[in-house]
């Protein structure tokens, strides 16, 4: 057979846990047509992977990428990590469907510029099917599947502020809409009750979207109302939901904040098996980091993150508005404060528009560069920012984060975001540094699981079943690294900085990815199931 791409004597871990073994990899018009000895064979491009790991392309069960393969279609951030295939959509944060008025798209992209950043060209698409069909026109280079996201629900049917509970006739709406972006192709439904509007939700309007999403047999990714002093409480109500409904349940980034809970992990693991062994169909994914990233306006208390940013900038100026902020951040009832959990010094700025030499500071760093107490200098921050403000917060132990990773329910997300030039490492190392500190340092897990977490898991929890493994006829997406020199050099200064021992990623049978140069394809396609 004449192969477009053999890859010849790699140490193929073929995603399902199996042992590794030494064979060459054929691929054709885009698939993995061979497998083994196939030193006969004449292709027409050919790698040698002589002491290289070869192993299916890594699947980002968690990602945010909606507008970003729009800006920036060629993908580089999850390329360059290893990353052929993500679930976008997620945390309830997401930009279809898209009222036609100019005041719908503007709530949008105000309530989503921290999570996905903004989008500079025509906001002309009213469904999912008409986003993605806009995608398709430009191309990707990943594989991308997507979530109905919450909050564009919300804002797409409540009248005036979505920040409010929905009235009966405004859920019924919700779930035509999610019905029919479930059968246009996405693959689940996605919330985040730790977040405006998704919080404001009641009990019948989360039972109402999730027995639609069961009924199509898709998935509910959650990011849970509360990860830290209420983690137990927090996750048990989204158990309880799956549990009612059905709904094949998807927790997003398992974690405990603050160095209080994280007594809290194992009780979190023993409860998420014990539903499961009730019949309830949960999993989760995680982020391999012990600190995470996210708005730094969620920080405030929920009841001001209810306002336009207009009028909250407004609060942010009162003096009677800020002592009752600090109060409520001081001494939360029923929310994360992520202050009181982590402490200012513990949370830095990733990336401010309006003051951008702050960058890469922690708060309490910045207040004493401004001579300030901490809460004023915070406040005076958010008051002047129109753009996109993001952080990053030092979140669990690495002990913690070692318990969630063994467990055997758990797979690989990134919680990758690309809101403005600077991010968290993650959303361009994630997968690399999994592989170098957890398993190539400290051997959290063996090789063959680990890659298993990262590939086949997350394919078979979204019914890709042609994905996440080395096997004839399935799709090549294919990942060639150096066991020995793979390593992240990402760090919040510099996050883009590029991973070692990375030699060679293909999407769809075709290299997008060659020793440390991009090839600028755009192979990649929308997943819809």
């Given at each position: 057979m004449k192969?477009?791409y053999?890859?010849?004597?790699?140490?193929?871990v073929?995603?399902?846990g199996?042992?590794?073994?030494?064979?060459?990899?054929?691929?054709?018009?885009?698939?993995?047509v061979?497998?083994g000895n196939?030193?006969?064979d004449?292709?027409?491009?050919?790698?040698?992977c002589t002491?290289?790991?070869?192993?299916?392309g890594?699947?980002d069960m968690?990602g945010?990428s909606?507008?970003?393969?729009?800006?920036?279609?060629h993908?580089?951030g999850?390329?360059?990590q290893?990353i052929?295939?993500?679930?976008a959509g997620?945390?309830?944060?997401?930009?279809?469907?898209?009222?036609?008025?100019e005041?719908?798209?503007?709530?949008?992209r105000?309530?989503?510029?921290?999570?996905?950043g903004?989008?500079?060209?025509?906001?002309n698409?009213t469904s999912?099917g008409?986003?993605?069909?806009?995608?398709?026109?430009?191309?990707?280079g990943?594989?991308?599947a997507f979530?109905?996201?919450?909050s564009a629900?919300?804002c797409?049917v409540?009248?005036?502020?979505p920040n409010?509970?929905?009235?009966?006739?405004?859920?019924?709406r919700?779930?035509?809409l999610l019905?029919?972006?479930?059968d246009?192709g996405c693959v689940g439904?996605?919330?985040?009750?730790?977040y405006?509007?998704?919080m404001?939700?009641?009990?019948?309007?989360?039972?109402?979207?999730?027995s639609?999403?069961?009924?199509?047999?898709?998935?509910?990714?959650?990011?849970h109302r509360c990860e830290?002093d209420?983690?137990?409480s927090?996750?048990?109500e989204v158990?309880?939901?799956?549990?009612?409904?059905?709904?094949?349940?998807?927790?997003?980034h398992?974690?405990a904040?603050?160095?209080?809970?994280?007594d809290?992990?194992?009780r979190?693991l023993?409860?998420?098996?014990?539903?499961?062994?009730?019949g309830?169909?949960?999993l989760f994914?995680?982020y391999?980091y012990?600190?995470g990233s996210?708005?730094?306006f969620?920080?405030l208390?929920?009841?001001?993150?209810r306002l336009?940013?207009n009028?909250?900038?407004q609060r942010?100026?009162?003096s009677?508005?800020?002592a009752?902020?600090?109060?409520?951040?001081e001494?939360?009832?029923?929310?994360d404060?992520i202050?009181e959990?982590?402490?200012w010094?513990d949370i830095?700025?990733v990336?401010l528009d309006?003051t951008?030499e702050?960058?890469?500071?922690?708060?309490?760093?910045?207040a004493a560069?401004?001579?300030q107490?901490?809460?004023?200098a915070?406040?005076?921050?958010?008051?002047q920012?129109?753009?996109a403000?993001?952080m990053v917060d030092t979140t669990?132990t690495?002990e913690?984060?070692?318990?969630?990773?063994?467990?055997?329910?758990?797979?690989?997300?990134?919680d990758?975001l690309?809101?403005?030039d600077r991010?968290?490492?993650?959303s361009w190392?994630a997968?690399v540094?999994?592989?170098?500190?957890?398993?190539?340092?400290e051997?959290v897990l063996p090789?063959?699981?680990?890659?298993?977490r990262?590939?086949?898991?997350?394919?078979?929890?979204?019914?890709l079943?042609d994905?996440?493994?080395?096997?004839?006829g399935f799709?090549a997406?294919?990942v060639?690294?150096d066991?020995l020199t793979?390593h992240?050099n990402?760090?919040?200064?510099?996050?883009?900085?590029?991973n070692a021992?990375m030699?060679?990623v293909?999407?769809?049978g075709v290299?997008?990815?060659?020793?440390g140069s991009f090839?600028?394809?755009?192979s990649?396609?929308?997943?819809?199931l």
């Open positions: 192969y477009d053999l890859l010849r004597k790699g140490t193929v073929d995603g399902s199996s042992s590794s073994f030494v064979g060459d990899v054929g691929v054709k018009d885009g698939r993995i061979s497998i196939l030193a006969g004449v292709p027409a491009h050919e790698f040698d002491g290289l790991i070869v192993c299916p890594f699947i968690h945010h909606e507008l970003e393969a729009l800006r920036a279609g993908m580089y999850k390329i360059a290893g052929t295939s993500e679930v997620n945390c309830g944060v997401g930009v279809y469907p898209l009222g036609v008025t005041q719908a798209v503007g709530t949008v105000e309530m989503t510029r921290d999570v996905l903004d989008y500079d060209g025509a906001w698409w999912f008409s986003f993605v069909d806009k995608l398709a026109v430009q191309g990707i990943t594989n991308m979530l109905q996201a919450h629900l919300r797409a409540i009248e005036g502020n409010r509970a929905a009235t009966s006739r405004e859920v019924c919700m779930v035509e019905e029919q972006a479930l246009e439904f996605s919330s985040g009750l730790y405006a509007p998704c404001f939700a009641d009990r019948a309007e989360l039972l109402a979207l999730l639609a999403t069961a009924r199509k047999g898709k998935i509910f990714a959650v990011h830290g209420d983690v137990l927090s996750l048990k158990l309880d939901l799956a549990r009612e409904t059905g709904v094949r349940l998807e927790v997003s398992l974690k904040i603050g160095r209080k809970n994280q809290e992990v194992p979190m023993q409860m998420i098996e014990e539903y499961r062994a009730e309830v169909d949960v994914d995680q391999p012990e600190y996210t708005s730094l969620s920080l208390p929920p009841e001001y993150l336009s940013r009028d909250l900038r942010l100026g009162d009677e508005h800020r009752a902020m600090r109060r409520a951040m001494r939360p009832d029923g929310w404060s202050y959990l982590c402490g010094e830095s700025v990336s309006a951008e702050y960058n890469g500071m922690s708060i309490s760093d910045i560069k401004r001579s107490e901490p809460f004023d915070f406040f005076d921050i958010l008051a920012e129109s753009g403000a993001v669990q690495e913690s984060l070692k318990l969630i990773m063994r467990h055997p329910l758990g797979c690989f997300g990134t990758a690309y809101s403005g991010c968290h490492p993650r190392a997968a540094h999994l592989l170098d500190k957890y398993w190539r340092q051997e090789l063959e699981q680990m890659i298993r990262m590939t086949y898991e997350p394919a078979r929890r979204l019914g079943l994905r996440g493994l080395v096997k004839g799709q997406d294919l060639v690294f066991p793979i992240d990402a760090t919040v200064l510099n996050p883009t900085a590029m021992g030699e060679l293909m999407v769809s290299p997008a990815y060659h020793k090839a600028n394809e755009l990649g396609s929308i997943l819809v």
